[in-house]
C-alpha cells in the first residue's frame, strides 16, 4: 500500500441547480511484496510495484423538474496518464462518463 496519500477537492456551486468539482489526488509508490514472485514469473508482465502517481478529476452535475432529475457529468484522469490503482489491475486513461438519477418521492400519492 502506499505510504502517502494526499486528497484536495475543491466544488463551485454558482446556482442553486449546478455545480462542478475537482479533485487532484496524490499516491506515493509502493511495493507489493505478495506479487514479487508473479512479477518474476511472468518476466514483467506483472509488476510488485507502482510508481508515484497523481490523477485530476473534474465533474459537472445539473438538477432539472424540481430536483426530480439530476445529470452527473465526470471525466476521470484528466492528464490521460493511465495511471493503475493495483499491480495487476487495468489502467484506463482518461475517461468519460455520464450519470442520470430520477428521483420518484412525491410523485404519487397513495
Do not use: C
Request: hydrophobic content about 45%; cysteine-free.
Amino acid at each position: 500500500m502506499p505510504k502517502h496519500r494526499l486528497r484536495l477537492t475543491a466544488l463551485f456551486t454558482p446556482w442553486e441547480s449546478s455545480s462542478f468539482w475537482g479533485s487532484l489526488r496524490y499516491r506515493s509508490a509502493s511495493r507489493w511484496a505478495d506479487y514479487r514472485d508473479a512479477a518474476e514469473a511472468s518476466g514483467g508482465a506483472y509488476r510488485d510495484t507502482l510508481e508515484d502517481a497523481l490523477v485530476f478529476d473534474l465533474g459537472a452535475q445539473k438538477w432539472f423538474w424540481n430536483r426530480r432529475l439530476r445529470l452527473h457529468l465526470l471525466l476521470h484522469d484528466v492528464f490521460d496518464d493511465a495511471v493503475p490503482h493495483h499491480p495487476v489491475g487495468a489502467a484506463y486513461g482518461l475517461t468519460f462518463a455520464v450519470q442520470g438519477e430520477l428521483l420518484l418521492d412525491g410523485i404519487w400519492k397513495p
